[in-house]
């Protein structure tokens, strides 16, 4: 259903902490991850800060409230190589409050990562979604995105740290090779 909101699309500016980490802190609720002020704040920090690898685009609801409030955002990073060693921006994360959706905030949003990675010589743009989220999907068609048939990885935490430990070389033995040159 179509929504008319008013608001902007911009980088978060340096006093809106606030409001970030409360975009932040409701972006990772919809994914059920619970996270302490301490560490919306940490994000927050690092972000505005330009200390995370990745940059950040905000919608800005207009209207007469005296704080600034985000309804939407994105983040996003530039990736390399990509074909013919160009970058690729790849868009790690796009939320939109409930209220405020089916109002365009996702495409403009989009729309302005869109630029982003034109103006820093990208040449496209890469995200993921769940294949269960029909929403997600439809909104990307729409944007006129197409599905690829990629299989996407992944290794939690304890995952990563036992995989790590089998390339320390004190766990390395030599093995003999699975391939043989043709002789
Ligand atoms: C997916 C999501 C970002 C869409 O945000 P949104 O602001 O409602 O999307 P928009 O209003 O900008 O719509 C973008 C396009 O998708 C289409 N679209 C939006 N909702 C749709 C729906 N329910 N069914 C079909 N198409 C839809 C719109 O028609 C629009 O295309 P148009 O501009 O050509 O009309 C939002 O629902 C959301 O935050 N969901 C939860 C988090 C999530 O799943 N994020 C994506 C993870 S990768």
Redesign the pocket.
């Known amino acids: ?3 008319d909101i008013l608001f902007e699309v911009r980088p978060p500016a340096a006093g809106e902490s606030e409001a970030l980490a409360a975009i932040l802190a409701a ?1 990772e609720r ?2 059920d991850t619970a996270v302490t002020d301490d560490e919306a704040a940490a994000a927050t920090a690092r972000l505005l800060g330009g200390h995370a690898p990745a940059r950040c685009l905000v ?1 800005l609801a207009a209207g007469p409230s005296p704080r600034p409030r985000f309804i ?1 955002i994105t983040l996003f990073a530039p990736l390399f190589p990509g074909t013919r060693f160009r970058d690729v921006m790849y ?1 790690k ?6 209220e ?11 729309a302005g990562v869109a630029q982003a990675a034109i103006d820093a010589g990208c040449e496209r743009l890469e ?4 294949r269960g ?4 999907r ?6 006129g995105a197409t599905e690829g048939d990629r299989i996407t990885y992944r290794i939690g935490a304890q995952g990563l740290a036992r995989l790590a430990a089998t390339g320390h070389a004190e766990a390395r033995r030599p093995r003999p090779a699975r391939c043989k040159p043709e002789e």
Do not use: C, E, K, S
Request: glycine share 8%; net charge positive.
């Open positions: 259903m179509a929504v972006m919809h994914y919608a939407g868009l994360d796009l939320f939109v409050l409930p405020a959706r089916g109002a365009g905030v996702a495409r403009t949003l989009v995200w993921v979604t769940d989220n029909a929403l997600a439809a909104a990307y068609r729409a944007l």
